[in-house]
């Protein structure tokens, strides 16, 4: 499991992969997440998207028919707000 602490806001980000495997493309979020979170800049996304469509998981997303939803997956910034969701469904802002 691949976990880190953001100390200036206290928040955690847990990558934790598939049985017992680390999920390249999990620690790849949990790394873009602290960067936006901390205002710094994303370095080259398209490397980025390529190391995510190389990943195990994502081949055998593309194998399963998915390759499509791995690509939609892998785009930033593509909706102005995120859904939040609790343990009675996802809240109404």
């Known amino acids: 499991m691949y976990a880190e602490f953001l100390t200036s ?5 847990i990558a934790v992969g598939k049985k017992d495997e680390l999920g390249i493309e999990d620690i790849i979020t949990a790394k873009i997440i602290k960067l936006t979170l901390l205002g710094k800049e994303i370095p080259n996304l398209n490397k980025i998207q390529q190391k995510i469509m190389k990943s195990p998981h994502a081949k055998l997303l ?6 499509d939803d791995v690509k939609f997956c892998s785009q930033l910034n593509t909706h ?3 859904p ?6 996802f809240i109404k802002l």
């Open 80 to 82: 102005q707000t995120v």
């Open 84 to 89: 939040i969701f609790s343990n009675k469904g």
């Open 62 to 67: 593309k194998t399963l028919g998915f390759e």
């Open 9 to 13: 806001s206290k928040t955690y980000l």
